[in-house]
């Protein structure tokens, strides 16, 4: 009974070293020895949403609301939008599961995440549940930026045109393609 307990206790200890490492890993400044470890802590880092970057600390935070949307244009030119679900405008409760989305969105166009996007496509994708006869499509992926109310006003004006940023285009020749 004794060795179960040690193996207990051997196995956490790994894990807690293994993200301890991860988190650190991931944390320091671009150097050799982050470009050789990432790679690791990537498939573990990623689907997770424990990365984390710069961007949200001073001197120069992120201040616009970035919204992901995709534009899917199929064989017969029909278009197809899908809107990324919008924290923002979900209840409290809906919320809490999804406090990681605007974290994803702005990762995104980050030239580091450039994998995700395919694979974001591809969620899109599947999300759509395009039959099979409406490939090959064409997928653009992009952001729509928005920036904060000037200090001292409650909104920004609704009318207001959004800046793109265009994370990608990708096509896509058949459905088994999307599908993993």
């Not at 605007?102 to 999300?127: H, I, S, W």
């Amino acid at each position: 009974m004794a060795w179960r307990r040690i193996a207990g206790r051997l196995a956490i200890s790994a894990f807690v070293v293994f993200h301890l490492t991860g988190l650190v890993t991931w944390n320091i400044p671009i150097s050799p020895l982050r470009d050789c470890l990432i790679p690791l802590y990537r498939p573990y880092m990623l689907p997770l949403g424990l990365w984390q970057s710069w961007w949200m600390f001073a001197p120069d935070p992120m201040g616009d609301t970035a919204v992901l949307e995709s534009e899917v244009i199929d064989a017969k030119g029909t278009r197809h939008v899908y809107e990324f679900p919008r924290v923002a405008d979900l209840p409290w409760w809906k919320k809490l599961p999804r406090f990681r989305h605007p974290k994803f969105t702005c990762n995104l166009m980050v030239d580091e995440f450039a994998t995700q996007r395919e694979f974001t496509g591809r969620y899109v994708l599947r999300q759509l549940g395009l039959p099979p006869e409406a490939y090959p499509v064409h997928l653009s992926l992009y952001c729509q930026i928005k920036a904060p109310p000037p200090p001292g006003q409650p909104f920004t004006d609704p009318l207001a045109r959004a800046r793109l940023h265009n994370l990608g285009i990708y096509d896509f020749v058949a459905l088994d393609k999307v599908r993993p």
